[in-house]
């Protein structure tokens, strides 16, 4: 779980420091500036997970990124969706409820489903326990 979240947070830091770099000094739109930056620190999240904390789950070719990329998209559209529903449905328009509503909740709700997603559809971590039948010394 640590290597998890050391790959989160250099994924994070990544993130930040380039859409700030593509939105200040490169003078990027919004929404350009955040796609290209979330494209590399997806990148950098699964450099870290499958270089370190996955580095013994077999992980090959270009489908664990593809699925990886998804999995991170989705962990994106759960904070999205958690601050439309508090924004939107709920009418907590303030700075701090959108902040606590996408920064905290979704937040939270996303790493949880990356979580789950990166050990069950990418790197396909399995218990030692499952998938033997008995003893070798019977």
């Not at 955040?34 to 992980?59: D, E, I």
């Not at 998804?70 to 529903?85: D, E, F, I, K, Y």
């Amino acid at each position: 779980m640590l290597g998890f979240a050391a790959a989160g947070l250099l994924a994070y830091a990544a993130d930040l420091a380039l859409f700030a770099w593509l939105r200040g000094p490169a003078g990027l739109g919004p929404l350009t500036a955040k796609a290209l930056s979330f494209l590399a620190g997806c990148t950098v999240a699964y450099l870290g997970n499958a270089l370190g904390t996955y580095r013994h789950a077999p992980a090959r070719g270009p489908r664990p990124y593809a699925v990886f990329f998804a999995v991170n998209l989705a962990g994106a559209l759960v904070q999205l969706l958690c601050l439309t529903v508090s924004h939107y449905g709920l009418g907590l328009t303030s700075r701090r409820a959108d902040l606590v509503s996408g920064a905290v909740i979704g937040m939270a709700l996303a790493t949880v489903l990356r979580f789950w997603g990166t050990r069950t559809l990418v790197f396909r971590v399995i218990p030692a326990e499952q998938g033997r039948v008995g003893s070798w010394t019977g």
